[in-house]
């Protein structure tokens, strides 16, 4: 399963840096809507 992932990201790395963008854009998003 693993491996299975890390092929699938070494081969799309389109996809991982967009994945990885959202994660930090909802990150911050998240930070700043905290009370």
Excluded: C, Q
């Amino acid at each position: 399963m693993i491996a299975r992932i890390i092929d699938y990201s070494a081969r799309n790395k389109f996809v991982v840096i967009l994945f990885v963008a959202s994660a930090i854009a909802w990150g911050v998003w998240a930070m700043k809507n905290t009370p």
